[in-house]
């Protein structure tokens, strides 16, 4: 009988082990599907706070793991009339305390949805996502990012392949610079047009402004950046945009072996848009350079 016993322990463990191994990746309808040998110690470790949902997000292993970026989107799916824009107000806060091997974040949010106010030309509504601001984290296969939200909210996310940067070429006699704003004067910015091709729907511009510099060893980013719209100020239809910096730069404070100086482009606040290939016009304090990558949905 004990034999009995003992067996009918041990086959009843292997099933135990075996359904624990056999977890899928977290999907965003889905938040409870867990992945990855280690599901079980971040069950333990991070409990759902009381009227918060968690998802788990692992995605798998890619060669070159350095060219993807996760966005993680918050939204309400809710009714939604033609002609204006819906946002969820809230913000993701991570925690600076998780471990190495899982990244946490917790979003902070009411579920208050506000819109503009444009006199529409029908009644009609649909259903659509009414997305929050997201948070952007390093693609790695290895580390699950657990994400908690209140219950009435809903959680989804993009991969984006990240192309290389491609420097703008200064153009000051272009004709669309004619109408310059007063206050952008030639002696203190300058002006660039960045016009693309023809490309997918599922992609997005990013605009890196920043700045050339030798430094050593320690990581470097501009602060004090503001990178947004000023209105059409003549250029109508073209997007506008000014980057406004005085160079300040914030790093860490690492000891550097080689004390070696190296020439390196620092940047701090980016822009991201969808794609266009209309004009673009953007003005930067002079003595800053202008780039830009591309951002292509993979998932």
Known sequence: MKKFYSLLFLLTLLVLLTNCSQGKSTSSDNPDQLDSIEMTGILKKYPHPQGYQKYVISVPGKPDESQFIVEIIPGKTMQMDECNDYSLQGEFVEDSFADEDVLRYIY??????????????????????????PVLVDYNSLRPTVVYLPKDIELKHTVWKVAEMIQVEHDPENKLFEKRPFDLTKDKYDGYILQLPAGSENSKIELVVGITKKVDCNRHRLIDVTFGDAGDMNFSPHMFMIFDSDGEIASTRMGC?????????????T????????????FIPKGFELRYRIWESVV
């Open 108 to 133: 902070r949010s009411e579920g208050e949805v506000v819109q503009t106010l444009l006199g529409c030309a029908t009644d009609s509504l649909h259903t659509e996502f009414a997305r929050g601001m």
């Open 257 to 269: 072996p080689d004390r070696e100086l190296t020439g390196k482009f620092i940047y701090g606040e």
């Open 271 to 282: 822009r991201r848009v969808p794609y266009t290939t209309d004009p673009m016009i953007i």
